[in-house]
């Protein structure tokens, strides 16, 4: 079963369990799944592969934590719970990410292969990890891990 069948399924039992918060979050990304099948010109009715929804939900994932973070900054600490309860929903349909110590390690053997020495190589070894681990670590996580290989 695809994951967006998943989230369809998930959606009726949101529905049966009268679970308002969780019913709207899945309702705005089978929404969102549409949309993508429309703007790449196949019908409502394709399904989207599994790392099209998991891009997407990732997507929706960083607008509500920038929301959230946006909230905050305008003392709206009631919107801001509102947008992390819902982060906390679409997060389960992730998996989960690497360790901050294991990107490291990736990294570092990642730059012994390319042979990048210095700094002037981060763009190019940032983008080969982030190709590698597809999806299996935040992009931040790689950031910072090349960042110290250099200091």
């Known amino acids: 079963m695809s994951l967006q069948a998943d989230i369809r399924a998930d959606m009726v039992s949101a529905m049966k369990a009268k679970e308002e918060l969780r019913l709207s979050v899945l309702r705005g990304l089978l ?4 949309q993508e099948l429309t703007t790449t010109k196949r019908t409502p009715r394709d399904e989207l592969s599994d790392d099209e929804v998991l891009a997407l939900i990732r997507r929706s994932l960083k607008q509500r934590r920038d929301a959230a ?61 982030m190709a590698d681990l597809k999806g299996q670590a935040d992009g931040k996580d790689v950031k910072d891990a090349v960042e110290k290989l250099f200091q």
């Open 31 to 34: 929404s969102l799944f549409t």
């Open 69 to 129: 973070s946006q909230f905050r900054a305008g003392h709206r600490e009631d919107l801001a719970a509102n947008e992390d309860a819902e982060a906390i929903f679409l997060e389960a349909y992730l998996p989960q990410l690497m360790f901050a110590d294991k990107v490291a390690e990736v990294v570092k053997a990642k730059a012994a292969a390319l042979g990048v020495t210095d700094k002037s190589g981060v763009g190019k070894l940032i983008g080969a990890v």
